[in-house]
Nanobody, 124 residues
Framework: QVQLVESGGGLVQAGGSLRLSCAAS????????IGWFRQAPGKEREFVAA????????SYAQSVKGRFTISRDNAKNTVYLQMNSLKVEDTAVYYC?????????????????WGKGTLVTVSS
């Protein structure tokens, strides 16, 4: 079992940057693929990015490709999401998620564990 805690959300102007962190508890952190999802008001939760257990493989939603970078530090049990060139439409609650494989973790059905989320607000 793994517990996930997100941090780093906040208010930023369009074009700015934020770095989200997902800190995990438990000695099995490196056994999980970790991903980020987001949910905007009135919309369904959607996949953003995921990273494999070793960090050697990543996957991104088309809407964030080239602007967001996911990384992980297994020694610190932490995954990061660097978000650059933020747009108003990136405003959402961002959730950290743990699952088995990158392919499965691109959908909410593939998530085994969720964090509680951190709010990102991008102003125009």
């Amino acid at each position: 079992q793994v517990q996930l805690v997100e941090s780093g959300g906040g208010l930023v102007q369009a074009g700015g940057s934020l770095r989200l962190s997902c800190a995990a508890s438990g000695r099995t952190f490196s056994s999980y693929t970790i991903g980020w999802f987001r949910q905007a008001p009135g919309k369904e939760r959607e996949f953003v990015a995921a990273i494999s257990r070793s960090g050697g493989m990543t996957s991104y939603a088309q809407s964030v490709k080239g602007r967001f970078t996911i990384s992980r530090d297994n020694a610190k049990n932490t995954v990061y999401l660097q978000m650059n060139s933020l747009k108003v439409e990136d405003t959402a609650v961002y959730y950290c998620a743990a699952g088995g494989t990158i392919v499965r973790l691109t959908t909410t059905g593939g998530v085994d564990y969720w964090g509680k989320g951190t709010l990102v607000t991008v102003s125009s």
